[in-house]
């Protein structure tokens, strides 16, 4: 029921409020190369449209059998889904920290999800993501990423990262040309027009220098900004470099 409902959020937003929520991915570095790899989104805003409240009564009604508020506050353990059987063992290992947190409160209307990967190893970040797509393709999310619902959302923009010393890399990313032609890219592209990624890198120590275009450096942390659509369709580059003390 739970996914039913994120599929149709999803179908309503893209007819309803185009673009009306940001994406902000953080990256957490301690000395040791350990860390924490969160990625958000926030939706609270379909909350106020008309559609998008007949939908919440709706599944509501559903899954109560009564006329009640939708109230959901789940923790979703990617390892543990049914669809993860066809991952393979090393593949369930990196998957089993990742989790996500999912909030639906229409009485304070507010709709988010929380993604929370932690790490010992940032390297970690590209095999999980890696292992999110194939999980994803399982349940037919395929080339879409709306068709994966928030999950799909998130691990599109396929984040791999490097330590060495006191540098940290983003690496590049193959853009996908074909899954960008793919059937339902289109409504996918609406939905996502004026979207925003947001990636916040908090590092060890104070940040001496980055290539990473579009960066902000404010002491220890660095903040970039991009087009949702410009990420998935390599107008925008995420990679490079952020050296630190």
Do not use: W
């Not at 860390?35 to 007949?54: H, R, T, V």
């Not at 983003?170 to 899954?179: E, G, Q």
Request: aromatic letters at 6%.
């Amino acid at each position: 029921m739970l996914k039913k409902l994120l599929f149709f959020m999803c179908a309503a937003a893209m007819l309803t409020l185009t673009g009306c929520f940001e994406m902000v991915e953080e990256v957490y570095l301690n000395r040791d190369g350990s860390g924490k790899y969160l990625i958000s989104i926030d939706m609270s805003d379909l909350f106020s449209d008309p559609m998008m409240k007949g939908i919440m009564e709706q599944a509501a009604k559903e899954q109560a059998g009564q006329n009640e508020e939708m109230e959901i506050d789940s923790i979703v353990r990617f390892s543990e889904l049914p669809n993860a059987d066809h991952l393979t063992s090393d593949e369930k290992m990196i998957l089993k920290p990742l989790v996500m947190h999912i909030i639906m409160s229409e009485s304070k209307s507010k709709m988010a999800f929380n993604m929370e990967y932690p790490f010992k190893d940032i390297a970690d970040v590209k095999k999980m993501n890696e292992a999110l797509t194939k999980l994803e393709g399982q349940d037919g999310a395929g080339a879409n990423p709306m068709m994966g619902g928030p999950a799909g959302l998130m691990q599109g923009n396929q984040a791999g990262f490097s330590l060495k010393k006191k540098m940290l890399s983003r690496l590049p990313v193959k853009v996908d040309k074909d899954a960008m032609e793919a059937e339902g890219m289109e409504f996918a592209k609406m939905f996502l027009e004026s979207a925003k990624f947001k990636t916040i890198y908090h590092l060890p120590g104070k940040v001496k220098k980055t290539t990473i275009p579009n960066a902000t450096v404010d002491g220890s942390t660095v903040t970039v900004e991009n087009g949702v659509l410009d990420i998935m369709e390599g107008k925008a580059k995420q990679d490079g470099d952020i050296k630190f003390k």
